[in-house]
């Protein structure tokens, strides 16, 4: 069984081919993947229509890169998987549109896969992979949550963020510091040399009672703290010159001090989810999960409460196909996967909002 998998949610366009012949944990045969990081750069964030003509031009090129890697033919695959959503909803049209082109010129299924299930399952392309059941962190650019997963398609949800995401919070307080787009990379890299004792942050809901999280706070904090250091009489909108009266050292600290509050509550309120469900495993998934002190403190603290926690690949903790390809194979070795799209005469609808909780509903 070979899943073509396509991802064009946002700003990476993502092709694989996965084998999920049987029940046996699907394996990777191969995979491209083209960042658009540079073109959005000079606008500080994600251009929505740029993003779009963009997976236009390279979706299939990668198609054909990915079938060469495998050495294969575009005729050997048995089911497209694309993202059906979340996410922007021009972008996510490439994707569908196009994986239904092929599956209707192949005369084989489609399958739309939600976003963030791809990222629930990416561990299981590791060469650790997990078993189910365990609780999920799911952190990336648009959403943080905490999910009980007791297979595919049943997911709980635990908590979530009630304004800001955590990539987001890594985003906005990197702007404030002039740190190119996407913050997260960019500001952990300068919170090495930095003192993450050196200002501190509020820890938002930590002691909340609950598995909720909620970050926007954490960005007012970080802004009034870069204005009182720059003594910037600036009011309005932030911009990306604020931080420029501040020293090196100082960016470091804000930075190193703002990841350590971000860190911390992830890790606090993941240990938290473990202790409610009783579960003794962790997946950590999303592009936050590619951070190297949240995977430092939660090895401590998991290690400590007698917890294994599961991570994708580094290069599969951020946006790509081979998550889509993945959780389509799976979602078909499960049953759930609606393989009669050809049926539908391949008609496809995104859902650039969809709450991952549905697919569990859906399944019921
Ligand atoms: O999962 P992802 O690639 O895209 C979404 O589905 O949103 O996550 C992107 C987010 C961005 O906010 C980015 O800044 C953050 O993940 N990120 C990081 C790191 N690498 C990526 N945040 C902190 N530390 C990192 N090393
Ligand atoms: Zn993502």
């Given at each position: 069984?070979?899943?073509?998998?396509?991802?064009?949610?946002?700003?990476?366009?993502?092709?694989?081919?996965?084998?999920?012949?049987?029940?046996?944990?699907?394996?990777?045969?191969?995979?491209?993947?083209?960042?658009?990081?540079?073109?959005?750069?000079?606008?500080?964030?994600?251009?929505?229509?740029?993003?779009?003509?963009?997976?236009?031009?390279?979706?299939?090129?990668?198609?054909?890169?990915?079938?060469?890697?495998?050495?294969?033919?575009?005729?050997?695959?048995?089911?497209?998987?694309?993202?059906?959503?979340?996410?922007?909803?021009?972008?996510?049209?490439?994707?569908?549109?196009?994986?239904?082109?092929?599956?209707?010129?192949?005369?084989?299924?489609?399958?739309?896969?939600?976003?963030?299930?791809?990222?629930?399952?990416?561990?299981?392309?590791?060469?650790?992979?997990?078993?189910?059941?365990?609780?999920?962190?799911?952190?990336?650019?648009?959403?943080?949550?905490?999910?009980?997963?007791?297979?595919?398609?049943?997911?709980?949800?635990?908590?979530?963020?009630?304004?800001?995401?955590?990539?987001?919070?890594?985003?906005?307080?990197?702007?404030?510091?002039?740190?190119?787009?996407?913050?997260?990379?960019?500001?952990?890299?300068?919170?090495?040399?930095?003192?993450?004792?050196?200002?501190?942050?509020?820890?938002?809901?930590?002691?909340?009672?609950?598995?909720?999280?909620?970050?926007?706070?954490?960005?007012?904090?970080?802004?009034?703290?870069?204005?009182?250091?720059?003594?910037?009489?600036?009011d309005g909108p932030a911009t990306l010159h604020l931080a420029?009266?501040?020293?090196?050292?100082?960016?470091?600290?804000?930075?190193?001090?703002?990841?350590?509050?971000?860190?911390?509550?992830?890790?606090?309120?993941?240990?938290?989810?473990?202790?409610?469900?009783?579960?003794?495993?962790?997946?950590?998934?999303?592009?936050?999960?590619?951070?190297?002190?949240?995977?430092?403190?939660?090895?401590?603290?998991?290690?400590?409460?007698?917890?294994?926690?599961?991570?994708?690949?580094?290069?599969?903790?951020?946006?790509?196909?081979?998550?889509?390809?993945?959780?389509?194979g799976m979602r078909v070795q499960a049953g759930l996967a609606?393989?009669?799209?050809?049926?539908?005469?391949?008609?496809?609808?995104?859902?650039?909002?969809?709450?991952?909780?549905?697919?569990?509903?859906?399944?019921?």
């Amino acid at each position: 069984m070979l899943i073509l998998g396509i991802e064009s949610s946002c700003d990476e366009t993502g092709v694989a081919l996965v084998d999920a012949s049987g029940h046996a944990t699907p394996r990777l045969l191969g995979q491209a993947l083209h960042s658009q990081i540079e073109m959005h750069q000079a606008y500080g964030g994600v251009v929505p229509e740029l993003a779009s003509r963009d997976h236009i031009r390279r979706v299939l090129p990668l198609t054909d890169a990915v079938l060469a890697q495998a050495g294969l033919p575009l005729s050997a695959v048995d089911a497209v998987a694309y993202t059906r959503g979340p996410g922007l909803a021009g972008a996510l049209l490439v994707g569908s549109g196009v994986a239904c082109a092929l599956g209707f010129a192949l005369g084989k299924p489609v399958i739309g896969v939600h976003h963030l299930e791809g990222h629930l399952l990416s561990p299981f392309l590791s060469a650790d992979p997990p078993e189910f059941p365990f609780v999920a962190l799911l952190v990336s650019g648009g959403h943080s949550q905490l999910m009980r997963v007791d297979g595919v398609g049943r997911y709980e949800l635990l908590g979530e963020t009630i304004d800001d995401a955590a990539g987001e919070a890594f985003d906005k307080s990197a702007k404030l510091l002039g740190l190119p787009y996407p913050g997260g990379p960019a500001l952990s890299r300068l919170a090495q040399q930095g003192d993450p004792l050196a200002y501190k942050f509020p820890r938002p809901l930590l002691h909340s009672g609950d598995l909720d999280f909620s970050f926007a706070g954490l960005k007012t904090a970080v802004l009034t703290q870069v204005k009182r250091l720059a003594h910037a009489q600036l009011d309005g909108p932030a911009t990306l010159h604020l931080a420029d009266p501040l020293s090196a050292q100082q960016k470091a600290d804000v930075a190193a001090s703002v990841q350590a509050a971000i860190v911390e509550v992830l890790v606090k309120k993941s240990l938290m989810a473990l202790r409610q469900t009783g579960l003794r495993r962790l997946v950590v998934a999303g592009g936050v999960g590619a951070n190297a002190l949240l995977r430092e403190q939660l090895g401590d603290a998991c290690a400590r409460a007698g917890v294994r926690v599961h991570y994708p690949e580094l290069h599969l903790c951020t946006d790509n196909g081979a998550m889509i390809a993945l959780a389509g194979g799976m979602r078909v070795q499960a049953g759930l996967a609606q393989a009669d799209a050809a049926s539908e005469g391949y008609r496809f609808d995104v859902k650039p909002r969809w709450p991952l909780a549905d697919l569990s509903a859906a399944s019921r």
